[in-house]
C-alpha cells in the first residue's frame, strides 16, 4: 500500500492543458459549462469499431491515459449506445458490420452525435470499398464531424470532439 | 521435414530456411501427420484460385518444423466441386482455416463443419470472392440470417450472447456463453465481422506499395506485419538490406512489443479492479508512443518498414534519449511487477483463472504468449534468428501454469527483455544506410516472410505478378491459432472473469478476419 501511495505522490498530476477545438477561442471552462447547460451531465461517448485494423482504438483508448484525462473535462465512455450522446465510428465499416452500426447508431437516444475516426473512417482509407468493405462511415450512417489521420493522434480525436459540441451549443 | 519430404523439395524465397514440396492427397495428408509427429507446428493455411495458369486450385500448408519452414501445396483440378483432405485431425486449428478457404475460394475440405467462417450474409452462398473470376468491388444486398451455434442443453443451462459490439473501446466479435449459474460450461465464438477483402485488395496493389497495407491487417501489429511482407519481396527479389536498416526495423518491433505489453498489463490490472495499474501503465505507453513520435517520426508505425529498408533513420540524438527512456521505463516497469507480485486482490484474481494446460495448448496448436505462457518454449527470435537476432541471444520467457498470472508474467519478462535488446541495438547500431533499392520481381514466384510480432509469429506468403504486380498475397495472424484456446481456458470459470481471461491472451480480431 505504501509503495502504492508514493508511486502516486511521486508520478503527481500529468494531466496537459486541453487543446482548443480549431477555430474557437472558447476557454475549455466555457465549453464544460456549455456541456452541463445542455446535458446536464457529462457527455457521454459510446465507441464503435465497424471494421478499422485497430490502430485508432489504440489512440481512443489513450484518451483516458492522465495525459489527456478526458473524463476530467466532463467527458466520458459509456457501455451502452443507449447511455450515449456520441458515437465515435471507426471504419472502413465491413459488410459483416453494416448492421451492427445501423442498429447500435438507432439504440442511441436523439439527439445524437457522430464523429468518424480516421482515414478509413472518413473516407475509407487504403481498404476503399469492394465486396466486403463499404468504405466511409457517412456512406452507411450519417455524421457530423470526421478526423483524419493514420491513425489520428489522440490531440486530435479529442480537437474534433470539442469541435463536434462547439459546434452544436453555438 | 523428412528426408523424403526434403527430396524433391525445393527451397523458396524467405527469411527462415523455407522448403516448398507439389503433392498429392495423399501425401497431403501423410506430412501433416509426420509433421505432427515430429512436433512440427501449422503455421498457416491458404488456397489459391490457379485456374487461369494451369486449370487448378491450389491450397498450402506451412509447417513450422525444427529445421525450418515446410510448405506443401496441393493442388485440384479445376471442376465444380475441388476439395482436399481436412488436416484436423492432426492440426484442430486448422478447421477454421478451412472454412474461411472455403468461403473465399470453395475449395472445400472433407470436413463437415461448412457453416461461414468470414462470409456471414455479405455476399451469396456460391460467389468466391478470392477466385479470378470474381470482380472485387461488386457489391451485394446484405440478406441476414442466423448462425446455428452449437446448443448445449440441460437444466438451468442458459445462453448469453455478447457482441459484437462489446462494452468497450475494442473490437467486434461475437461470444455466446452456454451457462449454469454463472459457471461457463461453454464458449463458442463467432468471428469474421470485421472481413474487409484484404487479400483481394492485395491483387489490386502494386509489390511496392503492398507493405502499407500489410501494415493496416492489424494496427498494433504494423512493424511484424510490414517487415513480414517486405522480407517476403526482399527474398523474391534476392535484395540484401543494409545492416542500420535491419536493426532500426528490430528497434522498432520492439517498441511495439512494449508499447502492446504496456498496454495490456495496465488493462489486465484495471480488469481486475485494480486502476492504479492501468493509470501507471497507460503513462508508460504514452511516455513510449511519444518516444516513437520523436525518434521514428510516429506514434504508431504503419510506415516505417519499407521494401528495402526504412523510410527514415534516426535522429543523431535519440540513441542518448532512448537510452535514457530504458532506464526509465525499467526502473518502472520493475517497481509494477512488485506491486502486482505483492497485491493480493490482483493475485486472487490473476491465479488459477484461465488456466490453459499444457496438453490442450499443444494439441490446439498454441503459439506467442499464449504458448509461452503454457510451457511452449518457442519463439522464432530464438529458434530461427534472422538478423540483427543472430547477434542477440535472445532470451525465451517460459511459465507453466497457464493462467492468466502466467500470461502476465510473460510479458513482465518479455518488456524486460525487449528493453536489453533495445539496448543492445540502439548501442551496436552499424553506420550507413538505411534503404537500398529492390528491382520489380520475376512474375509467378512464392516468398515466405515470418516475424515473431508481439503475439506470436505473424506470416506473409506473397506470390508476384508481371509487372511488379502481387499475384496473391496471404497474411496469417497467430490469433487464428490461439481464439480457439479461449474456447478451452474459459470453461469452468466464472462469467465474470472472462474480461479478464479475453485480455490475457489479448488476441486480434482484425488480423485474422482480413
Known amino acids: 500500500m505504501i509503495n502504492t501511495l508514493s508511486r502516486m505522490i511521486r508520478t503527481g498530476i500529468l494531466t496537459e492543458e486541453v487543446p482548443h477545438a480549431p477555430k474557437t477561442d472558447l476557454a475549455i471552462g466555457d465549453l464544460q459549462e456549455n456541456i452541463r447547460k445542455i446535458l446536464g451531465r457529462a457527455l457521454c461517448i459510446r465507441h464503435v469499431d465497424a471494421g478499422s485494423c485497430s490502430g485508432c482504438e489504440l489512440e481512443i483508448q489513450a484518451l483516458n491515459n492522465p495525459y489527456y484525462n478526458i473524463e476530467g473535462i466532463g467527458i466520458k465512455f459509456v457501455a451502452s449506445p443507449r447511455h450515449a450522446d456520441l458515437l465515435l465510428v471507426t471504419g472502413p465499416v465491413s459488410v459483416n458490420m453494416e448492421e451492427a452500426l445501423k442498429r447500435t447508431f438507432d439504440a442511441v437516444p436523439d439527439p445524437k452525435l457522430v464523429i468518424a475516426v480516421g482515414d478509413c473512417g472518413a473516407c475509407g482509407g487504403i481498404f476503399g470499398k469492394n465486396y466486403a468493405s463499404l468504405g466511409a462511415v457517412a456512406d452507411v450512417i450519417p455524421i457530423d464531424h470526421s478526423v483524419k489521420g493514420c491513425p489520428p493522434a489522440p490531440v486530435a480525436i479529442l480537437q474534433a470532439i470539442l469541435q463536434t459540441i462547439q459546434s452544436t451549443t453555438a | ?514
Not at chain 2, 523424403?4 to 523439395?9: C, I, L, T, Y
Open chain 2, 1 to 514: 521435414m523428412t528426408p523424403e519430404f526434403k527430396k524433391g523439395a525445393k527451397t523458396l524465397p524467405s527469411n527462415l530456411p523455407c522448403h516448398h514440396k507439389r503433392v498429392g492427397a495423399v501425401e497431403w495428408w501423410e506430412t501433416a501427420k509426420s509433421a505432427r509427429s515430429a512436433g512440427g507446428r501449422l503455421l498457416a493455411l491458404w488456397g489459391a484460385d490457379d485456374r487461369d495458369r494451369d486449370s487448378r486450385y491450389r491450397v498450402y500448408a506451412a509447417y513450422l518444423e525444427a529445421d525450418g519452414i515446410a510448405v506443401v501445396g496441393h493442388e485440384m483440378e479445376g471442376g465444380t466441386k475441388p476439395t482436399y483432405p481436412s488436416l484436423r485431425e492432426f492440426f484442430p486449428s486448422a478447421l477454421r482455416m478451412e472454412r474461411a478457404i472455403f468461403d473465399l475460394l470453395g475449395i472445400k475440405s472433407m470436413e463437415p463443419d461448412h457453416r461461414g467462417w468470414v462470409r456471414h450474409s455479405g455476399w451469396p452462398e456460391n460467389t468466391f470472392p478470392l477466385r479470378r473470376d470474381f470482380y472485387g468491388n461488386t457489391q451485394f444486398a446484405v440478406v441476414s440470417k442466423p448462425y446455428p451455434f452449437v446448443q448445449v442443453e440441460g437444466d438451468g443451462v442458459h445462453e448469453i450472447p455478447v457482441g459484437p459490439v462489446h462494452a468497450g473501446t475494442i473490437e467486434p466479435g461475437h461470444f455466446r456463453f452456454s451457462v449454469v449459474g454463472e459457471k461457463v460450461l461453454r464458449l463458442e465464438e463467432r468471428l469474421g465481422y470485421k472481413h474487409k477483402g484484404i487479400e483481394k485488395r492485395f491483387e489490386t496493389m502494386v509489390q511496392k506499395e503492398g507493405h502499407k497495407l500489410a501494415a493496416r491487417i492489424s494496427g498494433d501489429s504494423a512493424v511484424a506485419y510490414s517487415w513480414a511482407y517486405c522480407t517476403a519481396l526482399e527474398a523474391i527479389t534476392s535484395t540484401s538490406c543494409p545492416p542500420r536498416s535491419v536493426q532500426l526495423r528490430a528497434l522498432a518491433l520492439e517498441h511495439e512489443r512494449l508499447a502492446n505489453h504496456l498496454g495490456d498489463l495496465g488493462a489486465l490490472g484495471n480488469d481486475a479492479g485494480f486502476a492504479f495499474g492501468l493509470t501507471q501503465f497507460s503513462r508508460m505507453k504514452e511516455d513510449l508512443l511519444r518516444t516513437n513520435q520523436a525518434h521514428f517520426g510516429a506514434r504508431y508505425l504503419m510506415d516505417f518498414v519499407v521494401p528495402g529498408g526504412v523510410e527514415s533513420d534516426l535522429p543523431n540524438n535519440a540513441p542518448r534519449l532512448l537510452l535514457d527512456r530504458y532506464n526509465m521505463l525499467e526502473t518502472d516497469v520493475v517497481s509494477m511487477r512488485n506491486t502486482y507480485d505483492n497485491h493480493a486482490g490482483i493475485q486472487d484474481r490473476f491465479r488459477e483463472t484461465g488456466i490453459l494446460a499444457h496438453e490442450t495448448a499443444w494439441k490446439l496448436d498454441a503459439v506467442g504468449v499464449a504458448a509461452r505462457a503454457s510451457g511452449i518454449p518457442h519463439d522464432l527470435r530464438t529458434d530461427f534468428p534472422c538478423p540483427p537476432y543472430d547477434k542477440m541471444n535472445v532470451k525465451v520467457s517460459t511459465q507453466t501454469s497457464g493462467d492468466v498470472a502466467a500470461r502476465v508474467a510473460v510479458r513482465f519478462d518479455e518488456l524486460i527483455e525487449s528493453l536489453h535488446i533495445c539496448r543492445a541495438l540502439v548501442a551496436g547500431l552499424s553506420d550507413g544506410d538505411f534503404r537500398s533499392a529492390v528491382p520489380d520481381a520475376e512474375p509467378g514466384l512464392l516468398g515466405i516472410g515470418v516475424i515473431e510480432a508481439w503475439r506470436g509469429p505473424v506470416l506473409i506468403a506473397l506470390e508476384t505478378g508481371s509487372n511488379g504486380s502481387i499475384r496473391r498475397c496471404h497474411p496469417h495472424d497467430p490469433s487464428w491459432q490461439n481464439w480457439p484456446l479461449l474456447e478451452y481456458a474459459i470453461l469452468g470459470n466464472l462469467v465474470p472473469d472472462f474480461p479478464l481471461i479475453n485480455k490475457s491472451f489479448n488476441l486480434s480480431y482484425s488480423g485474422h478476419d482480413v
